[in-house]
């Protein structure tokens, strides 16, 4: 379900598909007497036949009468290029969030840990990779050349081994397929260093998740 608000996109977690016998009934109650452009998306139409889908949609006209009701298939596109154009429509105009010469409002330390979790995942199998978490210790940049210490941190022994691999090769080949990367997006030269450290159970330390940015 959609619910368009002055230059604001909702996306509502009750979605609606066709297999759906009922839905909150607060949230129906609230939607009735809403003044903002409501969408019911009925999804999954493809599990099911024509006369179940024109069923489903009288039923959520009849629910929602100033509401418009969209059937369709995610998984095959049906209707999906339709329905976002409509969504187009609706959105208003609004005044940019940032300045037009400014890209994101991420650091460059996030996103070269992100280039370095990203070949993590490439290169390291079963549970690795949701193991680790990916720290920038220092970030010193010249005109030409960008030096870089990251920080690899693993929650057991046998992790860290599997990250360096045998005499290094492991992160060897990750640290080439980073550096090649950022340099790529940086348009500089990279000397980068990857360390591996062992901090045990991070993933269950609340004041480690907040270190790393993540919301206890």
Same mark, same amino acid.
């Not at 179940?52 to 959520?60: H, L, R, T, Y």
């Not at 492991?170 to 990750?174: D, Q």
């Given at each position: 379900m959609l619910i368009f608000r002055p230059c604001e996109l909702?996306?509502?977690k009750n979605g609606v598909d066709i297999t759906d016998k009922k839905i909150e009934e607060k949230t129906v109650e609230r939607l009735k007497t809403t003044e903002i452009p409501v969408f019911v998306l009925i999804n999954k139409?493809?599990?099911?036949?024509?006369?179940? %889908? !024109?069923?489903?949609?009288?039923?959520?006209?009849e629910t929602l009468p100033n509401a418009t009701v969209f059937p369709l298939s995610a998984q095959y596109g049906a209707n999906v290029e339709f329905i976002f154009k409509q969504i187009l429509e609706k959105l208003p105009e609004c005044p940019p969030y940032f300045p037009k010469d400014e890209?994101?409002?991420r650091s460059?330390?996030?996103?070269?840990?992100?280039?370095i979790r990203e070949k993590i995942l490439l290169n390291y199998q079963q549970e690795i990779p949701y193991s680790v978490q990916v720290? %920038? !210790?220092?970030y010193e940049e010249t005109e030409r050349r960008?030096?870089?210490r990251s920080v690899i941190y693993v929650a057991r022994d046998s992790q860290k081994a599997i990250i360096i691999g045998k005499g290094g090769s492991?992160?060897?080949?990750?640290g080439m397929q980073a550096r090649a990367d950022i340099e790529e997006f940086t348009g500089k030269?990279?000397?980068?260093?990857?360390?591996?450290?062992?901090?045990?159970?991070w993933r269950d330390n609340e004041a480690e998740l907040k270190r790393f940015g993540y919301e206890a």
């Open positions: 909702q996306i509502r139409i493809d599990l099911s036949n024509q006369e179940q %889908v !024109e069923q489903a949609v009288e039923q959520w006209r890209l994101t409002d460059m330390r996030f996103f070269i840990t992100e280039i720290e %920038v !210790e220092s960008i030096h870089i492991a992160i060897k080949k990750l030269k990279i000397f980068l260093e990857l360390f591996v450290k062992v901090d045990k159970d």
